[in-house]
């Protein structure tokens, strides 16, 4: 089988390996079909790093994937081979306090697809995963929804963490795979008021085609000034999906007293500032997302039954032997790039 590497600076290579042997009873054989191209893999693509995760190379790459089930553990009973599945890609321990408390997201043991020093990275064209990992989709779901339930999950656990409800004021800054996944799975939930900003034409025009109510370009109107004449109470609820600390700032004037921040864009750098004043006068509160809790079943259910509908965010296709060419893509923001999607069995 092939396996994408990192090894170097914008490098990525396809190794030949043998296929990987079931070696527990709990395990599946997973043939991955689909690898979505995410915005970490391409920091760690451009930079070798998201803050202090650092690549040592060569390291195996990507997380957002989809597959079929080609064999399963003797202890499997709810999977089968010719399953279609969604693979959740962080591997928790299930038994240190983090998980027992329900946040197996926060594992102290977790080992996380494609990071560095934890797990392999999904983008092979095999793959052994724990079977509680494999999520089974039905089959009016497709493999390209499929791969695109991480993201989605990250979107689905934004917007629950931060309580929003019908009727609820709401700005997403940045509109971005993240930022898109945020607006999906909220309106497919609740219905509000959703406000978009996003400095990149075709990404403005997607968040349009998928429902916000008002999307503005922040390097040429200022985004609080226009939000705030429609809402001069200010807002409900913000989410930073950018990953721009200039946004927090923005964040701030945005939101009215006792409104909530919601922090899901990672940022370039590790330490950031903010006017502590401005949010202690509101009483604001921050929240930070950290990946997904919980959250790829209850999006598989919103595929299947059409409340998300996300097709339109995978713009680009390649093939497996094309990774490299959409690294690049995704790191230029190129040709109106939202979503590139990996087909590895083309």
């Not at 095999?126 to 390209?144: F, G, H, I, R, W």
């Amino acid at each position: 089988m092939k396996i994408a590497y990192f090894t170097g600076l914008r490098q990525i290579e396809l190794r030949d390996e043998p296929v990987p042997t079931l070696k527990r009873p709990g395990d599946v054989l997973v043939r991955i079909d689909r690898i979505g191209v995410c915005g970490s893999d391409v920091h760690y693509y451009v930079e070798g790093g998201i803050g202090e995760d650092r690549l040592r190379y060569p390291a195996t790459l990507g997380h957002e994937s989809a597959g079929t089930i080609v064999e399963v553990g003797s202890a499997v009973k709810n999977l089968g081979p010719g399953t279609k599945v969604v693979v959740e890609p962080a591997l928790s321990c299930g038994n240190c306090d983090q998980c027992r408390a329900g946040r197996r997201h926060t594992c102290r043991n977790l080992q996380f697809m494609g990071c560095p020093g934890q797990a392999p990275g999904a983008a092979a064209q095999y793959m052994v995963v724990p079977a509680e990992n494999a999520y089974p989709v039905p089959d009016s779901v497709t493999l390209d929804q499929a791969a695109l339930a991480e993201p989605l999950s990250i979107g689905m656990y934004a917007f629950r963490l931060s309580g929003i409800q019908t009727g609820t004021k709401t700005a997403i800054l940045g509109a971005g795979p993240i930022g898109l996944s945020v607006l999906l799975c909220a309106k497919a939930d609740v219905e509000g008021t959703f406000y978009m900003t996003e400095p990149i034409a075709p990404r403005r025009e997607m968040a349009r085609q998928l429902g916000a109510d008002w999307i503005g370009d922040p390097t040429s109107v200022d985004p609080v000034e226009a939000i705030l004449e429609h809402e001069p109470l200010g807002l409900d609820t913000v989410f930073e999906c950018s990953g721009d600390p200039a946004c927090i700032d923005q964040a701030l004037d945005l939101l009215g007293p006792g409104g909530r921040l919601v922090l899901v864009g990672i940022p370039p750098t590790v330490r950031v500032e903010f006017d502590i004043h401005r949010m202690r006068r509101k009483e604001l509160t921050f929240i930070n997302v950290r990946r997904q809790n919980e959250c790829v079943a209850p999006v598989i259910e919103r595929l299947a039954d059409g409340r998300i509908q996300a097709d339109a965010m995978i713009t680009h296709r390649f093939s497996f032997e094309q990774i490299g060419d959409a690294f690049e893509l995704v790191a230029g923001y190129r040709d109106g790039v939202v979503k590139a999607m990996l087909d590895l069995n083309q």
